[in-house]
């Protein structure tokens, strides 16, 4: 009888457990869903915020602004007027004389010809504007880049960010059978402003990325086929508009104006001609404005991108109204997780695929941070161009000096075309540089698909076999230390080994490319500056011509600038002082000689400024030293 009390109460607590177990699985996949769901609604509000701030700020700092789209609509009117005078034509033809319809006949050629001809280029369908639609071209392609980005950072935001954020649903609805409306709030509220916080910094720079491609190709014309095409439309219809009204139309106004005083042809020539003559005029104000629009366009300053904290400030605002009501949300939770759906098998199958993501999010990290390492020097050498695009702007042009500062005039050209190859030479080596880090990037991320699925097939199993083996009999609290040992067993650090191994190959590869950009290219070209300061300016500083002092005073200025540049990005020059040691590891001696009052070793002049980058010698100082 005792016995038999004992099996029933042994098969009493088996049930309890299993019962418990789903129940508890249940309720887990029923909240993990429920955050789930709300955590994509934030990230298709927060790329939806991110894609409108790009299109606005777009909009808003392109320095041609609309009057890009001029030269079409300008077309279409002066076409239409075209279209209305050869009308009026037909309608009244029979009121002119043949000498006047000779000459109509021949303008009326000419305007048929321009008609067919923007026809063929505008297409069927005449209401389209085609600078408009390569405009919004442009905003798609940087929008569609912001929302593949986001979206590609979808799961290492899940990976890294989302266990605190399903903890506190999980206290919400599991610390009753009933919710608490207020701690489902809370939850809701954690769950976007850590959102928030955690993705700031990445979705800033694929704005940064999005609004710097769109204004690259809006101010850029000769990259716009459709704009360019229409604004050399408009020039050419400006050209052949002019010679028609000059010659053609005085023509015919002449020949109407000797015909008899009892014929009609003056009358009906003006009325046939009125459309072509307002036409004309609008087009030619029209487009005497958009001329002096793009003109000063190439001078216009650009305003400051979207600084940080507004963005983050507007990122929130977007997403502010994301407030579920409490009681759905439960009503969600329980509707869909009450039933104890989930089986013992498919709750292991997703914790064995945490624990890939858990390692997995180790080396997504290091592939953003490979990202930022080239962008980091993408933004410093856009710095640098944008400093010396505006000193040589802001360079006094040759006709500001007189005849007799010949001299000075011919050392600010040189320095001016110096100037100008380094502009280039920065812009070519960031471009190529920027593909060759990209693609660096992209071969490590790769790495993150190249491990296949059986790997992750064969840790199912093992998990399961492990389960088996030391779990029968484990309490629901065992639980989590038995997955965080799991992590030990031989699938999961062979993926381990792999990723750390791919990790410190393309450190290096990275670091190096890095390290050599900063001295081949950044430092080369500030170094080359200093030359020009030692060497050229040298000669200005004491000119009595008041353009030359105030460009010396620009170059030197720039300097400052420069460096202020290089100390903000943790670079420091090395230049030593004379009678200073030399030292190896950052000087580099040029020539050694005797100097009277000078000891072996002691460093006499700087010729050129070494640069150390935080605590690694990047380019040595290149000194004379006594011998």
Avoid at 228 to 254: G, P
Avoid at 308 to 329: M, P, S, T, V
Avoid at 414 to 426: A, F, H, P, R
């Amino acid at each position: 009888m005792a016995a038999k009390q004992k099996r029933i109460n042994r098969l009493a607590r088996e049930d309890e457990r299993r019962h418990l177990w789903e129940s508890w699985e249940g309720l887990i996949s029923g909240v993990d869903g429920y955050a789930l769901k709300q955590s994509v609604r934030l990230f298709d509000a927060y790329c939806d915020a991110v894609c409108t701030m790009i299109v606005r700020d777009a909009a808003k700092l392109s320095k041609l602004d609309s009057q890009d789209e001029y030269a079409f609509t300008e077309c279409v009117e002066l076409y239409g007027a075209y279209r209305r005078t050869l009308e009026a034509y037909e309608n009244r033809r029979e009121a002119l004389s043949p000498e006047v319809n000779r000459l109509m006949e021949g303008i009326g050629s000419v305007l048929s010809s321009r008609i067919k001809q923007f026809d063929d280029a505008v297409g069927a369908d005449e209401n389209a504007d085609p600078v408009k639609t390569e405009k919004q071209t442009v905003y798609d392609k940087a929008t569609s880049y912001a929302a593949r980005r986001i979206d590609e950072h979808f799961d290492e935001y899940v990976s890294q960010h989302f266990s605190e954020c399903k903890t506190r649903f999980r206290q919400a609805f599991l610390g009753n059978l009933t919710p608490d409306m207020l701690s489902v709030m809370e939850a809701l509220d954690f769950l976007r402003d850590s959102s928030l916080s955690f993705c700031q910094r990445g979705f800033y720079g694929f704005y940064l990325d999005g609004l710097r491609f769109c204004l690259a190709n809006l101010d850029d014309l000769h990259q716009r086929a459709a704009a360019r095409f229409y604004f050399d439309l408009a020039e050419d219809e400006w050209n052949v508009s002019n010679d028609m009204m000059k010659v053609q139309v005085a023509a015919i106004e002449d020949a109407a104006g000797r015909a008899p005083d009892d014929n009609s042809d003056q009358s009906t020539v003006q009325e046939i001609l009125s459309p072509l003559r307002e036409g004309y005029q609008r087009f030619s104000k029209a487009l005497l404005l958009t001329r002096q629009a793009l003109k000063d366009a190439e001078s216009m300053p650009r305003e400051p991108y979207l600084s940080y904290e507004i963005f983050g400030r507007e990122l929130a605002a977007a997403c502010d109204g994301h407030k579920l009501e409490a009681a759905a949300g439960a009503q969600l939770f329980f509707t869909g997780s009450g039933e104890k759906k989930a089986a013992f098998i498919s709750a292991l199958d997703r914790e064995t695929d945490a624990l890939f993501d858990q390692i997995r999010s180790g080396f997504l990290k290091t592939a953003y941070r490979f990202q930022r390492a080239i962008s980091d020097e993408e933004f410093l050498s856009e710095e640098m161009i944008d400093m010396f695009e505006r000193l040589r702007r802001d360079l006094p042009p040759e006709g500001e000096l007189p005849p007799e500062a010949a001299a000075e005039m011919e050392i600010l050209r040189g320095i001016t075309e110096t100037v100008e190859i380094k502009i280039e030479s920065l812009k070519d080596s960031r471009a190529l540089f920027a593909g060759d880090g990209k693609r660096r990037v992209g071969e490590f991320a790769a790495g993150l698909k190249e491990t296949g699925y059986d790997s992750e097939l064969d840790a199912y199993n093992i998990v399961l076999d492990e389960w088996a083996a030391r779990m029968p009999n484990a309490e629901y609290g065992d639980m989590a230390a038995f997955f965080e040992s799991c992590l030990e067993l031989g699938v999961f650090i062979e993926l381990k080994n792999y990723y750390e191994k791919r990790e410190n190959e393309y450190q290096s590869k990275i670091d190096k490319a890095v390290l050599n950009y900063k001295k081949d290219t950044l430092l080369y070209e500030i170094n080359t500056y200093e030359e020009i300061l030692n060497y050229s300016v040298s000669r200005l500083r004491e000119s009595a011509y008041e353009p030359v002092a105030r460009a010396v005073k620009l170059l030197d200025e720039t300097q400052a600038s420069l460096e202020m540049l290089l100390k903000k990005n943790n670079i420091r020059p090395i230049r030593p002082e004379p009678r200073e040691m030399f030292n190896g590891k950052e000087h580099e001696v040029l020539i050694a000689e005797k100097q009277d009052g000078y000891n072996k070793g002691e460093i006499i002049k700087v010729l050129a400024s070494g640069y150390k980058y935080k605590d690694t010698v990047v380019l040595r100082a290149n000194v004379i030293a006594a011998k």
